[in-house]
């Protein structure tokens, strides 16, 4: 195959990322049976499994970051993607290569070709989850973060048997695929704890803890919950990534690496103080442009939007007009984000982006919106999300903010125009609480 093919084929391929799946669609059979014809890679690979609501590719990202200042090559497993399938699939922060993605889905096509003949369509996130594997054995990487797409029980990456398990925390996403309660949802996220395998988990609600415990005790696994020293420490550390919320990812990733250097793994402090401050997770409360303050993030559900606000109100607490471009997927909550978002902001640009068809119509958004805003509160929709940025761009003054977010989708959509509209301005800088 070329690398046109490989993508064209790739992409025709059962994608739940863009049509929601059914508990029913969630099964592992399949992803054995494909990683089994592959030579099992998996089996071949020292692992870090990540799963959470929210902030686990935060997390992620700052544990490659860290082990990779320790001398590490890492693979990076993330979904979705931002702006290029190519970033799903890191090794040292480098997305994988042209060439290498064709090989790979050339290796990986007829297996899936085979494991068809007696079973349903292999889906886009299997083949994701199987090349990363493949990439990262014939990279050579001494580890790999891996994490999860959705859930983790019966998520596809949970074929492997990882150095560490780790849970970042439990809140409300998903719950057609998870189920209504927090519970439930851990329970299903507590899936990825394997057998004698430490977990450590950043979760402090009462009910899902218990969750955790219980199937950490069933599966004899050491448990390690995220000790309240470690949520201290993580407040000294310079870390590249703005908000609160970020020093508990980062006290997330502090309990895994004292966890594997207890283990025997060589991760000075030097690593650890260097990848916290210089680990790069783009659309994470990120800073475009500072006069006006332009700021992208992916937060796309409601404990996310609730770290959206609390950053913004730390970091840009005073400023002209409050300005929010704004679209979300019709699985979420958004009924909440907006009464959330609707007292953070003064003007409301609604709008839809074009990679994904469960888009909830920007018209349905204002209808919520009305209602919650005073009436002198601008709401504004527009069909496609470029139009929504060019109109929110046109007229901004030096003392405006701009955000936008609800969505990965969204937030890749518009990255690229959002920089080259900028670009002319004065590089942005980090964007860190005051």
Known sequence: MTYEEALTWWFSRINYEVRSATPRDLKLERMRALLQLLGNPQDRLRLIHVTGTKGKGSTCAMLAAVLQSAGYRVGLFTSPHLEHVSERIQVNRVPISAPELTARLSEVR???????????????????????????????????????????????????????????????????????????????????????VPVVSGERQQGPRVVIQTVAAQQAAPLIEVPETLRRAAQGYSLALAGEHQRDNAAVALTVIDCLRRTGWHIPEQAVRQGLAQVDWPARVECLHRQPLVILDTAHNVPSIEALVATLQQTAPVCGRRRLIFAVSSDKDYPTMLR?????????????????????????LAEILVDLVPKHVRVRVFAQSHLAWSAAWTDVRPDDLICITGSVFLAGELRARIRSDVASASPAPRLVPS
């Open 340 to 364: 959330l978002l609707a007292q953070a902001f003064d003007e409301f640009y609604l709008t839809r982006y074009g990679t994904n068809p469960r888009c909830v119509p920007p018209e349905r």
């Open 110 to 196: 007829p297996a899936v070709a085979a494991v068809e003949r007696f079973s349903p369509p292999v889906t886009f996130f299997e083949i994701s989850t199987a090349t990363g594997f493949l990439h990262f054995l014939y990279r050579r990487c001494d580890v790999a973060v891996i994490e999860v797409g959705l859930g983790g029980r019966y998520d596809s990456t949970n074929v492997c048997r990882p150095v560490v398990s780790v849970i970042t925390n439990i809140g409300y996403d998903h719950m057609a695929q998870l189920g209504p309660t927090l519970e439930a949802i851990a329970y299903q996220k507590a899936g990825i704890i394997k057998r004698g």
